[in-house]
């Protein structure tokens, strides 16, 4: 029995057997940021790589956790972001005081988000959320010399613990009509209650909050502009990548008596979320504030995936997160080494970047393809099949305002393009050098953004993982 | 022969050009990988007649299908009927073509050899694809090359140009994903062979087909979606004009082509409206040349009319009509091609497109100018060159049908012819004939790269314009084909 439970949890143990190993080192003997930050590296590739081998399936805790194939491959999924999240911000890091407490906040925030994706039990779930959010939020305010980065610890707590409120009120809702927690009974006793279907409403409107669907998102682009680049990264890939995971789940789990409601809500969200999304990015000159904008879009098109029957639904929805993971990377990642290095995070000062930093631009380029939907790019496929998806609905008008969306989106990324490689600037951006390290995250996403899309296998597995769920 | 043969090519060429560090070398790269390309379009029509003399009746041949996504029935299915090797054979001469007359590109060479290359890979793949996803997926690989070439190495508003083309063009891909979702949902698979036997309900037909058509329309110029054409064209580098005019218009003539073969009915019930949108096409962007001052929107806007008789010819829906349509596409975009080539041959000798500042060429540079003279010739549609052919082809096939209103339509459409004379014989007359300007006279004539190109195009068109009987040989029994499908569809009903 004990040994079962260290097999079904090892992602989980192993990463706090890597938080316990941070706090051995911040109170070590001092040591160079760049030995402490290789070591973590190698840490993290470790434990992406051990995810990789044996899956297991099984419950723990009377059901509260529960795992399988599946939902190990969403976790390998994060670990692989966050890996590449700490790859690319290496250059920031090499000079920063409190290296060990960054690590220390995102992997106690990561490690919050595999028990709310495991979780078999809504309080579970809560517990997870908490425990991955506190910690965001302190991770936010990691430019102490900042007062941007203060405003956005203070946004994204505030928000959070609203959120968290209106969460837990639909939670209390469902407890009340059902008299439990565990998602296995509490499906049985979903119907169209009043009671319940409010209940369902205000936990919808609580993950809304988190994935920054409209009109939930107003936090969202304050809190990416204010946070340092690395800690945006973090939160517009790994935070929502690992809501949007569980989203998924509680709705094809628990909610299937009610698809119908859902359907419709998920119907208005993805049209608000897609169009405010993109009309908002269309006039963005700050990198960070234009990268939360379009990424509110994506989750747009997300939920019009997601609406779909579920086995389509859930993989196309991991599918695209896989891409979403290496395109939107790659193009924080140089965001990243632009305002770690050059000190720079606008739009229009990456006018005539190309001519300074042919590398960097074409990963961005490339990266940016790849958000918008250009083949031969990944983005392609993924954004394609959450359309698919959706389109099995066969409701063609939602089919057609998305697909027109996509055009709009075009217009904003092609519009950074454009500043890279068509316009002039009198001070460009100096000739950056990249850290090898950084270098290796880029160009592992920019095969990933090949690969996974033209490697059909990438799909097929994880569509054949999804029959499990 | 395998027939990814035609997109490893490309891909190879893209790859090396990718790696390769000196100008010299990118050249040398592009242009053998683009003569490789003719070497196997080229092979490939010598096997493929082989073939059809054998009394292989197969619809499609050197047909291979591999599944790609397993989960999504989406395969990878390819193979050729006359039709689309015709556009594969006009896609490898141009792209020789493009490689030659930028020869002398010097600013980030490398960027672009590898861009034009990108593009030419999407359209073999556009034109050998049988799946619908697939092919849909070509059709968007060619479009951001065009975006990038434009927008770097363009000239004038190229930045606006750009942008225009590239969102106008998405959403006409848009449209036609749209259209290919419901036509999934309905039949359950991308299959266009497939879904040919099957055929599609009557409603989904009439329901999806104008997002379909309009989609494909869009790349295709249909009016009045026309207006990224002449931005495009004349704020592009000379290449880019070629490819975008000779090839990435006949990625929508021929995506227009399969739509309507493949939904009959309702190409049936909406020809009213293709025919009407195609005469509005055909007569006003003939009209609209007749006021351009600048070579490069005189070309472009009398592209808007040339398409509109593909659309034509694919909207009165027979044998001789569609033929026509086939012909017009390859003739017009071999044309258009040489018609670009001379204007920038012109334009990077004396660095002015508007007629006014012209007069006189044909003293200092007389090859270009005869160049120039047989790309006019060939569009107002001279007997001896393919323009003749394709347009008496269309005419012939639209005067079959014996409504009235299609009646009008085809001689509305025939005027037209003379409106085109007129303003080919202005452009011409004043920049060829005349006196020259003095900073004129002394300008060198074309270089070998540049005789070249034009002598390749020429030669397209004169084999078209003087044996039309070997293009016919190539399509007429796909058309007939496509006929016979179409006819008992229609029947049927």
Redesign the interface.
Known sequence: MSSTIFILLRQELLLSLLIFLLLFIKIGKERSNESILNLINILLFVNLASGLFGMSEGGAFNGMFTTNAFIVLEKNILNLAMLLISMQSYAWLKNHKQLAEYYLLLFTSLLGMFFMISSGNLLMFYLGLEMSTIPLAAAANFDLAKRKSSEAAMKLILSSAFSSGILLMGISFLYGTSGTLSFDILTAHISNNPMQLFGFILLVSGFAFKISAVPFHLWTADVYEGAPVAVTAFLSVVSKAAVLFTFTSILYKVFTPIATVWYGVLVVLSVATILIGNLFALRQDNFKRFLAFSSIAQVGFILIGISGSSQTGSASLVYFVLIYVFSNLAAFGVVSVVSALAGKENISDFKGFYKTNPFLSWVLTIALFSLAGVPPTAGFFGKLFLMMAGAAKENYGLITFAALNMVISFYYYLKVVKAVFMEENEQPIQKLSVPAITKLAMYICIVGIIITGLASMVYDYIYSLSIGM | MNLSLLILLPLLTALLILVSKQLAQIRVIGLVGSLAQLGAAGWLLKLYMDQRAAGNAATHLFESNT??????N?NYHIGIDGISLAMILLTSLIVVAGILVSWTMEKLSKEYFFLLVLLSMGAYGFFISLDLFTLF??L??A??PK??LI??WGSGK??NS??KL??ML??GS??V??GL??I??NTHTFDMVEIGRMGIALGVQKFFFP?LFLGFGIFAALFPFHTWVPDGHASAPTAASMFLAGISMKLGGYGCLRMAALMPDAAHSYSWIIILLATIAIIYGAFATMMQTDLKYINAYSSISHCGFVILGIGMLNKTSINGAVIQMVSHGLMTALFFAAIGMIYSRTHTRMVAQLGGLLKAMPFISTVFVIAGLCSLGLPGFSGFVAEMTVFMGSWQNPDGVYRIATVISAASIVVTAVYILRATGKTIMGPISDEHALLPDATWNEKLAAGLLIVGILIIGLAPFLINQLIMPTTDFLMINIDKALTLK
């Open positions: 599944v790609w996504f397993k989960a999504l989406i997926f070509f968007e690989v479009v951001i975006f990038l927008g770097i190229k930045e750009a942008m590239a969102l998405m959403a848009a449209l994903f749209v979702m419901g999934y949902y997002f």
